[in-house]
């Protein structure tokens, strides 16, 4: 009955503001990227996503909606999922409490409607399914051994990194004894690890995606230098640990303000209230790392959009919610009828709140992409060379040409993308015709220059484009 | 610890984050997926032309360009632009051999900018302060304006 409630409160939500196609709200710049890759069988940018490319493709095999929709539609399906898996673990956690399935409702739903949650649910992003993945990591953590090898427990955190490289940061936990030990033998260790070897094997597949040379390549990966450039991120490494003092304090801040976004202030201090209640071991030691963890990565990671990265550490505080919950349920525990009027009332307040979020997630009118893409389309001569500079008008016209199929008259080159060897022999057979000059370092004037008689036109970022004819 | 102390931290600590909390995520510009496009001057011994691709700058075969830079920020590294307009297209810095040799600039000009009355600009840099100057006798056909003018700094400026 509550796992029904749970999908039908939150299926609802979602399908009132999933995006109608591609779509750039919620930081989902990346995701023209992603679909092409998936559609092409291409590989997408560090560290390629593997899992997320199967997932997203058997999604595109569903015959509603255009192919982005489509895509959007398996992050908000992996949004239920995760918020079901985690009814699941607390109802296990909280197993000799008469309104466990109260407690691990609210919770659950709690979390499938916090404003980042829900906002992930309705893109095409890697982030939707990484939280599933994390929620499967800690539900995996807690499983008996009786219930769950060992090398199927190592399974399950090796899977989650080949779709997001950040469970990596969940690894040590697999040091952590499921039967009340603290810390596992060294055979059991071994066997866990050899699991997650067995799950990281994905990343494989990869080299054979590149192999094909599709036209979404990046990296790549079919040789061994770019395979590990790929899967390593080292593209991403130049904004590890590279913000400015004063944006580490503005994002510290920041986060107490998205805290109070997600959770409001009776969530919040239910939630440091669940913590300092003392959750069992078993709950509170994976939790708090998956929690500090990801808040150091999110606030030291330097890119714009690092703030999806908190999405575990939601997860991880709304389980301390549950706690705080159970321990002021466990107080009323003589008064049965008043325990189920607050219990009543939280739900009250879930669902109240949704009107009030509904206009600060709704993507469903999110345009921005199309009209990009119709207003390129319109305006961008026949046979032009397009340059382009950034993430969601690159990846927009990606999605246009090789997802869609249209204007394949163009030649689409994403300026930053130009100082890698690999980049511009991806251009060299996806556009057979372009002549690239024989540099290390083409400038785009080089480039104009050996391709006379073409358009040119630019793009960069939100700026009107440009075009003008190439004598 | 009791119930009633462990409520009273969570409380103190729930309005510690309260008045700790602030709205803006640190972000900086452009750092997403595609690195950003490293702004590196075109430079060269003797080079006719130099396509920016948002604005190309031609000189004599006589003559030299030695570099041409962008400026990111053109307010901050030299002056606003004149009362009531805006900087609407980007801002080079053109340097020639001989320093004053004349430029053929042109801009790429798409209907936006058209809308916007969009000019070409020099900075007069000999007035104190610097002051931005419209480059009379503008051509502007098939989406390109262009002027011609003694090497220096030029911008597209319009109507915000």
């Known amino acids: ?187 059991v260790l071994f066997k866990r690890f050899l699991g997650v070897a067995i799950g990281l094997s994905l990343y494989l597949s990869l080299p054979l995606r590149a192999y094909f040379d599709p036209p979404v390549n990046w990296g790549n990966s079919s040789t061994l230098e770019g395979f590990f450039w790929l899967i390593s991120g080292q593209l991403y490494h130049q904004y590890q640990f590279r913000l400015p003092l004063a944006d580490v304090i503005q994002r510290l801040g920041a986060f107490a303000g998205f805290l109070l976004n997600q959770y409001t202030g009776l969530g919040v201090l239910l939630g440091i209230y669940g913590l300092i209640s003392q959750p069992p071991r078993r709950v509170l030691i994976p939790t708090l790392w998956m929690a500090t963890v990801f808040l150091l990565f999110a606030i030291f990671y330097g890119s714009s959009d690092s703030q999806v990265n908190l999405l575990p550490v939601w997860m991880a505080f709304v389980i301390w919610i549950a706690y705080g919950l159970l321990d002021i349920f466990s107080a009323l525990q003589d008064r049965p009828k008043l325990s189920i009027s607050l219990a009543g009332l939280f739900f009250a307040a879930l669902m109240i709140r949704i009107p009030f979020l509904f206009p600060s997630v709704d993507a469903s009118k999110d345009f921005r992409a199309r009209d990009f893409l119709n207003h390129a389309a319109q305006v961008i001569p026949q046979n032009s060379l397009v340059f382009v500079d950034g993430d969601e008008q690159i990846f927009s016209l990606w999605y246009l040409q090789f997802a869609l199929n249209q204007r394949l008259d163009l030649a689409i080159i994403a300026e930053g993308l130009l100082p890698y060897k690999w980049y511009r022999e991806n251009l060299q057979y996806t556009y057979t015709y372009l002549m690239m000059p024989p540099k290390d370092k083409p400038q785009l004037s080089d480039i104009a220059a050996s391709n006379s008689g073409r358009a040119i036109c630019y793009i960069s970022h939100d700026e009107p484009i440009l075009c003008s004819q190439n004598r | 610890m009791n119930r009633k102390n462990r409520f009273l931290i969570a409380v103190v600590l729930s309005i510690v984050l309260i008045f700790v909390a602030a709205g803006v995520w640190a972000a900086p510009k452009f750092q997403g997926t595609v690195p950003p496009v490293p702004q590196i001057p075109v430079t060269g011994d003797c080079l006719e032309t130099v396509n920016m691709s948002t604005a190309i700058f031609t000189v004599q075969p006589t003559d030299c360009i030695k570099e041409v830079a962008l400026i990111s920020d053109p307010a901050g590294t030299y002056v606003p632009a004149p009362e009531g307009l805006a900087f609407v297209g980007d801002t080079f810095k053109v340097t020639t051999d001989p320093e004053d040799a004349i430029v053929q600039v042109c801009y790429a000009y798409p209907p936006e900018f058209a809308d916007k009355d969009a000019m070409i600009y020099r900075l007069n840099e000999d007035a104190t302060p610097n002051v931005w100057v419209e480059i009379p006798g503008a051509d502007a056909v098939d989406g390109t304006t262009c002027v011609a003018s003694a090497a220096g700094v030029f911008s597209l400026i319009g109507n915000p």
């Not at chain 1, 995760?82 to 109260?102: K, V």
């Not at chain 1, 779709?163 to 060294?186: C, E, Q, R, Y």
């Open chain 1, 1 to 187: 009955m509550y796992p029904l409630f749970l999908v039908l409160i939150l299926g609802f939500c979602y399908s009132l503001s999933i995006a109608p196609s591609l779509t750039w709200a919620h930081f989902s710049a990346d995701g023209g990227d992603l679909i092409s890759a998936a559609i092409t069988g291409g590989v997408p940018h560090p560290s390629g996503y593997p899992l997320y490319l199967i997932l997203a493709r058997g999604f595109q095999f569903i015959p509603i909606g255009d192919l982005a929709f489509r895509t959007n539609l398996l992050s908000a399906v992996c949004t239920i999922f995760a918020a079901l898996l985690l009814y699941a673990y607390l109802l296990r956690q909280l197993s000799d409490h008469p309104l466990r399935q109260w407690i691990s409702f609210l919770a659950a739903l709690a979390y499938g409607l916090a404003p980042l949650v829900w906002g992930q649910a309705l893109v095409t992003e890697v982030y939707a399914l990484h939280s599933l993945l994390m929620m499967l990591c800690l539900h995996a953590l807690s499983l008996k051994e009786s219930t769950l090898n060992e090398w199927a427990r190592g399974f399950v955190f090796g899977i989650s990194a080949t779709n997001h490289l950040t469970a990596i940061m969940m690894f040590p936990l697999l040091a952590l004894g499921s039967d009340g030990k603290l810390l596992v033998s060294p055979a």
